[in-house]
């Protein structure tokens, strides 16, 4: 079976093509240009350059794996979480196809996508502890044996790539703002600034990162003299002390064997390196996918799609995109 994937959740217009559950096919085009002036995803730009660059990226990816729409078996798409009129190109585009084509159709959980995104380099036995960390989302989950997922934790306020972004644009960065955080840092000193690991009381599993920026912002105001690469540096190894910390709690109350860290802040050289120092300490196995399946793609969600395309099921055309998606409910300890 071969399946079409469509992402445009936020500012990445991705189409990608799975064949039995491997990659054929890969195409994104960036709007790092569109959005870097303003130090962050500005939602009606970004839905005006999916319309543009949709149509182009789904034929290169075709042309890419060698195919033409002829050979394509099923159509699926994100449908959410994310910018609904982002979402709604490539909704719209997927279901265009699927109704010219005669072919089956599916919505996708972005979330899942990044998730299940580790199976299309390697098996993935369930259950497994997975922490998706991007631009607009930072939430811990429990992956079941029947395919479900419980939410064990999430952010209060912001997600911990957007908290990177508002700290590139404060310091004087481009934009994606993690990358360039990630970047300065490596010339820093990360214990040069004392800057806080925010925790959720009564809600341990939970994150913030909104006093985190703030915490920033009063620091650079009192120090204008401030090495920006010690700013940065420390800034980075609270985020990602923070996140390890949630994740080390999380495996203390699920007992998890398999840890999965996704999403575009994934990428990030210092968290892989904490992550995988805390998960050798708590026996357990890390798994994260490749830099190029971290960020927002198409494959994630063609591969998502196959596997509910391969179980016979499929979504009407009348499926609408949905700014909230929860991946599941969330669940307590023992759940």
């Avoid at 042309?63 to 002829?70: F, N, S």
């Avoid at 644009?169 to 360039?180: D, F, S």
Wanted: aromatic share 4%; glycine share 12%.
């Amino acid at each position: 079976m071969i399946v079409l994937g469509i992402e445009s959740s936020c500012d990445d217009t991705a189409a990608g093509i799975v064949e039995d559950g491997r990659e054929r096919a890969s195409v994104v085009a960036s709007q790092d240009d569109v959005h870097g002036p303003y130090g962050g995803v500005v939602p009606e730009l970004a839905a005006r350059n999916h319309v543009v660059h949709v149509v182009p990226v789904v034929r290169r990816a075709i042309e890419k794996a060698g195919l033409t729409l002829d050979d394509i078996d099923g159509v699926a798409a994100t449908m959410g979480p994310g910018l609904v009129g982002c979402l709604l190109v490539g909704l719209s585009t997927a279901k265009a196809i699927a109704r010219a084509r005669g072919l089956p159709f599916v919505g996708v959980n972005h979330i899942e996508g990044h998730l299940l995104s580790i199976e299309l380099d390697e098996a993935l036995e369930r259950p497994f502890l997975g922490l998706v960390v991007s631009g607009g989302h930072s939430a811990l989950y429990w992956a079941r044996e029947d395919g479900s997922y419980g939410l064990l934790g999430s952010t209060r306020d912001d997600a911990a790539g957007e908290a990177f972004d508002k700290a590139a644009k404060l310091l004087g960065l481009g934009y994606p703002g993690g990358r360039e955080i990630e970047a300065l840092a490596r010339e820093g000193n990360p214990t040069a600034f004392s800057f806080p690991r925010p925790r959720v009381r009564g809600a341990e599993l939970d994150l913030s990162f909104s006093g985190l920026k703030t915490a920033l912002r009063l620091a650079v105001e009192k120090n204008p003299d401030a090495v920006p690469a010690d700013v940065a540096a420390s800034f980075q190894a609270a985020v990602v002390e923070t996140l390890v910390g949630a994740t080390r709690r999380a495996i203390g109350e699920t007992g998890a064997r398999t840890v999965v860290v996704t999403g575009g802040v994934s990428a990030n050289q210092a968290l892989r390196g904490a992550m995988q120092e805390m998960a050798d300490h708590e026996g357990a196995v890390l798994r994260v996918p490749p830099l190029r399946r971290c960020t927002d793609n198409g494959v994630m969600i063609a591969y998502a799609g196959w596997r509910r395309l391969a179980r016979g099921e499929s979504d009407p055309l009348s499926l609408n995109a949905r700014a909230q998606l929860p991946l599941g409910p969330r669940m307590s300890l023992g759940s």
